[in-house]
T-cell receptor
Framework: EPEVTQTPSHQVTQMGQEVILRCVPI?????FYWYRQILGQKVEFLVS????????KSEIFDDQFSVERPDGSNFTLKIRSTKLEDSAMYFC?????????????FGPGTRLTVL | AQKITQTQPGMFVQEKEAVTLDCTYD???????LFWYKQPSSGEMIFLIY??????QNATEGRYSLNFQKARKSANLVISASQLGDSAMYFC????????????FGSGTKLNVKP
């Protein structure tokens, strides 16, 4: 069964450093998403991406964040200068289409720890 | 106002018994979708069940069923015959008619199944 994959599973970085979180969505999916979950809290939407453009972003997704689809398969989230409060689990998700009934398939997540 | 409210931070259930996890939602859209995801301690997000706003019958998937009460804006998850492996966080989520771009998640319910 096709699945969303994410690398690395765990990333530890120093405050102020840049990190790139990688995702490979399901191959025939067209819509891609990043979510964040701070430990013990709810899952929060960061950004959605379609046709090589950001479709929507939340207020969390400030200038420190960027997303890219550098080739036909990878979808990346870059945090330019990490802060302590960026420590969280980051989930990538993809969906085949944009419809109320279309589930988003989530990857296993990358746990980011900023020291 | 919160889009998704889960009022039970934690629940206990005896193995083999049924349990209901509460979820209420807030939307003014006529068209929306409601989802439940399971998050085990390993962290991944596993899709369980979907209910569409226009569906007249409650959704069922194996041991999972959704008690959908549209007038009350509730979409409670019922797990029948609980198993030890059901111990996890459970998140209710919604996609709205005007913006299928993202999920709104609730704060989750931690379910513990006792042997």
């Amino acid at each position: 069964e096709p699945e969303v994959t994410q690398t690395p599973s765990h990333q530890v970085t120093q405050m102020g450093q840049e990190v790139i979180l990688r995702c490979v969505p399901i191959s025939n999916h067209l819509y891609f998403y990043w979510y964040r979950q701070i430990l013990g809290q709810k899952v929060e939407f960061l950004v959605s991406f379609y046709n090589n453009e950001i479709s929507e972003k939340s207020e969390i997704f400030d200038d420190q964040f960027s997303v890219e689809r550098p080739d036909g398969s990878n979808f990346t989230l870059k945090i330019r200068s990490t802060k302590l409060e960026d420590s969280a689990m980051y989930f990538c998700a993809s969906s085949e289409r944009l419809a109320e009934d279309n589930e988003q398939f989530f990857g296993p997540g990358t746990r980011l720890t900023v020291l | 106002a919160q889009k998704i409210t889960q009022t039970q931070p934690g629940m206990f259930v005896q193995e083999k018994e049924a349990v209901t996890l509460d979820c209420t939602y807030d939307t003014s859209d006529q068209s929306y979708g409601l989802f439940w995801y399971k998050q085990p301690s390993s962290g991944e997000m596993i899709f369980l069940i979907y209910q569409g706003s226009y569906d007249e019958q409650n959704a069922t998937e194996g041991r999972y069923s959704l008690n959908f009460q549209k007038a009350r804006k509730s979409a409670n998850l019922v797990i029948s015959a609980s198993q030890l492996g059901d111990s996890a966080m459970y998140f209710c989520a919604m996609r709205e008619g005007q913006n299928f771009n993202k999920f709104y998640f609730g704060s989750g319910t931690k379910l513990n199944v006792k042997p």
